[in-house]
């Protein structure tokens, strides 16, 4: 029997999350990339700052990317852009794994994973202005108006990445939900600290490839909107 008094000891849950919980099965490539690839890159989460420099031996732009999924455009950029490390941070077991394999088929040597809420990561593990670019890439729309308060880009959560921005570096969100494209522009628009050096909404950046399942929404005649802002 639980006593009732323990929850009365138990931090409150922060309301900020980066991820949604779902379910998904490995592949045994996926399996074999985690046992094999994961011990040299994929980083374990700690509450303490971490020095990146050292585990990608070389000091370089450093770019991290909250919630990769299956991590295809991760790896692609990473791959055209080797002068940068990269961090992805995703908390679903399937999409690390699939990751880890493109990294060990690609050959890549600038990228790093850590299997873990951004939320936690960005504020324990990265110090401040230590960051060259942030990616967040189709996050979750919450398309329910009751669940908008649930979506990543809100205030507070932007001025957490722009503590860790150095200055000229840059934030880069992407959706193919209009709603949350204006809420985003909305939000990151009202932060001092950011400049938004287009008028709106960016041009699509060439670092971006398109994903299959962008390339089948353009076809269809869905939009996806692009929104770079940068540090003051």
């Known amino acids: 029997m639980t006593d009732s008094n323990d929850s009365a000891d138990r931090p409150e849950r922060r309301s900020i999350r980066s991820f949604v919980v779902r379910a998904g099965r490995m592949g045994p490539g996926q399996t074999r990339a985690l046992a094999e690839l994961g011990p040299h890159f994929?980083?374990?989460?700690?509450?303490?700052?971490?020095?990146?420099?050292?585990?990608?031996?070389?000091?370089?732009?450093?770019?991290?990317?909250?919630g990769f999924g299956m991590g295809d455009a991760t790896?692609?950029?990473?791959?055209?852009?080797p002068g940068t490390d990269f961090i992805g941070v995703e908390v679903h077991t399937p999409g690390v794994?699939?990751?880890?394999?493109?990294?060990?088929?690609?050959?890549?040597?600038?990228?790093?994973?850590?299997q873990h809420d951004a939320v936690d990561v960005?504020?324990?593990?990265?110090?401040?202005?230590?960051?060259?670019?942030?990616?967040?890439?189709f996050p979750d729309p919450w398309h329910k108006l009751k669940h908008n308060?649930?979506?990543?880009?809100?205030?507070a959560f932007v001025q957490l990445l722009v503590?860790?921005?150095a200055p000229g570096g840059y934030l880069h969100c992407a959706t193919d939900w209009r709603?949350?494209?204006?809420?985003?522009?909305?939000?990151?628009?009202?932060?001092?600290?950011?400049r938004n050096p287009f008028d709106g909404y960016a041009p699509k950046p060439d670092y971006r490839p398109l994903t299959k399942f962008e390339n089948?929404?353009?076809?269809?005649?869905?939009?996806?909107w692009d929104l770079v802002f940068v540090k003051r």
Not at 42 to 60: E, H
Not at 75 to 81: D, E, G, H, R, V
Not at 216 to 224: A, F, M, P, S, T
């Open 75 to 81: 790896a692609t950029i990473a791959q055209a852009l």
């Open 216 to 224: 089948r929404g353009l076809k269809l005649g869905h939009g996806v």
């Open 122 to 137: 960005l504020e324990q593990m990265v110090g401040p202005a230590a960051l060259a670019g942030v990616h967040v890439f």
């Open 97 to 114: 794994g699939a990751l880890l394999k493109q990294i060990g088929e690609r050959g890549l040597t600038n990228l790093r994973l850590i």
């Open 163 to 165: 503590s860790r921005l």
């Open 179 to 194: 709603p949350y494209a204006e809420q985003m522009l909305e939000v990151l628009s009202a932060e001092p600290a950011l």
């Open 149 to 155: 308060k649930r979506r990543l880009i809100q205030p």
């Open 42 to 66: 994929a980083l374990p989460y700690a509450p303490v700052p971490f020095d990146f420099a050292t585990s990608f031996g070389r000091l370089a732009p450093l770019v991290l990317e909250i």
